[in-house]
Antibody, heavy 122, light 107 residues
Framework: EVQLVESGGGLVQPGGSLRLSCAASGFTFSSYSMNWVRQAPGKGLEWVSYISSSSSTIYYADSVKGRFTISRDNAKNSLYLQMNRLRDEDTAVYYC???????????????WGQGTTVTVSS | DIQMTQSPSSVSASVGDRVTITCRASQGISSWLAWYQQKPGKAPKLLIYAASSLQSGVPSRFSGSGSGTDFTLTISSLQPEDFATYYCQQTNSFPLTFGGGTKVEIK
């Protein structure tokens, strides 16, 4: 079964750091690009970051550029999001997502994790 | 960045109704558009990609159309399990951007 499982969320003070993880199983993780998408409480979806299968191509949303770092370890079938200098507005459910059934990001994301909640508050 | 505008923001409909949701891009994106369904507390589910291609396993009552800047998602006969929030997403260029969402509610 294809599965993505996020972890690492929690409560952190403004200015703090957190590292999210996404464990992949049931497919050849190293062959697929990955994304992070977030959703603030009661709000819509916001794409956060993209990393290609080999980590050679990385993109970020302007709202997180310079503060967040996406990375992956294909040997461990894992995706990461290092979040530094966190702000109140980073409070959200964070999902990892991928396109597995052919093509890449341009065909949308057909596999999603269940999400992990990040709360930034003093 | 490409802005995506969905309308309406909410719609009340009955089982069996035909529902149409529109999405407009701030600049041309060819056919690089995806539609998602999200239910409360759940991850989004991909319905349509490349504007009109039905994702595997998605019922045929869902269809998508459009190109350039104007797109539509149509549910031909609304079913009880279709009450949810729907999002469009442009996949033409980074940063990938979503529309604000359309909540389909029970009339």
């Amino acid at each position: 079964e294809v599965q993505l499982v996020e972890s690492g969320g929690g409560l952190v003070q403004p200015g703090g750091s957190l590292r999210l993880s996404c464990a992949a199983s049931g497919f050849t993780f190293s062959s697929y690009s990955m994304n992070w998408v977030r959703q603030a409480p009661g709000k819509g979806l916001e794409w956060v970051s993209y990393i290609s299968s080999s980590s050679s191509t990385i993109y970020y949303a302007d709202s997180v550029k310079g503060r967040f770092t996406i990375s992956r370890d294909n040997a461990k079938n894992s995706l990461y999001l290092q979040m530094n200098r966190l702000r109140d507005e980073d409070t959200a459910v964070y999902y990892c997502a991928s396109r597995r059934s052919g093509g890449d990001y341009y065909y949308g994301m057909d596999v999603w994790g269940q999400g992990t909640t990040v709360t930034v508050s003093s | 960045d490409i802005q995506m505008t969905q309308s309406p923001s909410s719609v009340s409909a009955s089982v069996g109704d035909r529902v149409t949701i529109t999405c407009r891009a701030s600049q041309g994106i060819s056919s690089w558009l995806a539609w998602y369904q999200q239910k409360p507390g759940k991850a989004p589910k991909l319905l349509i990609y490349a504007a009109s291609s039905l994702q595997s396993g998605v019922p045929s009552r869902f269809s998508g159309s459009g190109s350039g800047t104007d797109f539509t998602l149509t549910i031909s006969s609304l079913q009880p399990e279709d009450f949810a929030t729907y999002y469009c997403q442009q996949t033409n260029s980074f940063p990938l951007t979503f529309g604000g969402g359309t909540k389909v509610e029970i009339k």
